[in-house]
């Protein structure tokens, strides 16, 4: 049981009945149940957020009861594994001249350091300027690019 939305004074009645001894104690975050055999359960009201502390055998056996007592469809589904959400790697806006190969090698090493290059000559462009993509890309409310490269070679002299 990770979540609880009832009172305290209930809570207390479902430790008890699951058969376990302690004593609660209010804390800075909630209340908190210290059981005789060393599973700890810390319950904040405001969130109805519960965890577990102490002996790993002890505040198992404690969340197992509880879940079982509360029996709720909602206990089960908060034990469940979340799917995995995506995760946006940051955008690096990278201005570039004509030297490709130097340009993909940067776009390698920002690939291998878990960041995501913006290059204009790879999405298109969509008839934009750099500026006007530029803009795009890191003005409120979608800010994207998080920093930007400006890579000059012998080229572009």
């Known amino acids: 049981m990770n979540k609880y939305t009832g009172s305290l004074d209930e809570l207390k009645e479902l430790v008890g009945g699951c058969g376990a001894e302690g004593e609660w104690t209010d804390i800075p975050y909630g209340?908190?149940?210290?059981?005789?055999?060393?599973?700890?359960?810390?319950w904040n009201p405001k969130k109805g957020r519960i965890w577990?502390?102490?002996e790993h055998e002890a505040r198992e056996r404690l969340d197992r009861a509880l879940t079982e007592a509360g029996g709720t469809a909602e206990a089960e589904a908060v034990r469940r594994p979340k799917a995995a959400v995506p995760v946006?790697?940051?955008k690096v806006f990278v201005v570039h001249g004509h030297d490709t190969t130097t340009r993909e090698q940067l776009e390698l090493i920002l690939h291998r350091l878990g960041l995501e290059p913006f290059v204009l000559a790879n999405t298109g462009g969509g008839g934009l300027t750099i500026i006007e993509a530029l803009e795009r890309e890191i003005v409120e409310p979608h800010i994207r690019a998080r920093f930007g490269i400006v890579l000059l070679t012998p080229d572009d002299m």
Not at 31 to 42: E, S, Y
């Open 88 to 90: 946006e790697r940051p």
């Open 52 to 54: 577990f502390q102490g």
């Open 31 to 42: 209340h908190q149940f210290r059981g005789r055999d060393g599973a700890i359960l810390n």
